[in-house]
């Protein structure tokens, strides 16, 4: 019995360990650039912090890739379910820096106004921003090709 205990100790030990050493980002998110430099973001989940850094991550590499050009960014929320404090934190970081690049503007397609109302409050660099809310992709593309 002693043995016995002492591996599912030792087990339990190590995937303790192991739960502590990763990080787990929470949401789901998809980012490319498509012509006329718009990139395109999907959020689908709930986020936190890590979540969102990926999210955030991912867009400042493309930016940075643009070398200065101006782009326009769509940003597809439909599936988002919110996010933690610290995960709004690291967007209005991010939007305090975006502020600083040649953004021309910001398309969001979304359906819930709550949403955009707690994105708003949390991130409120965002308002320095031209931005407008759709509730369709076609109609925020259309919108952001007629200001490139």
Request: no cysteine; glycine share 6%; charged share 20%.
């Amino acid at each position: 019995m002693l043995i016995i205990w002492n591996m599912l100790r030792l087990n339990l030990n190590t995937d303790v360990r192991r739960e502590v050493d990763m990080v787990i980002a929470h949401g789901e998110v998809s980012i490319f650039l498509q012509n006329e430099n718009i990139i395109i973001a999907k959020l689908k989940g709930a986020f936190n912090e890590y979540g969102a850094q990926e999210y955030t991550d991912g867009i400042k590499q493309i930016i940075t890739q643009l070398d200065g050009q101006n782009f326009s960014i769509l940003i597809n929320l439909l599936e988002l379910m919110g996010g933690t404090p610290e995960a709004y934190k690291e967007l209005e970081d991010y939007n305090k820096w975006l502020n600083s690049q040649n953004l021309l503007a910001k398309a969001m397609v979304i359906n819930s106004m709550i949403t955009l109302d707690i994105i708003n409050m949390y991130s409120p660099s965002r308002g320095e921003q031209k931005s407008e809310t759709f509730d369709n992709e076609t109609d925020a593309i259309a919108w952001l090709k007629t200001l490139t």
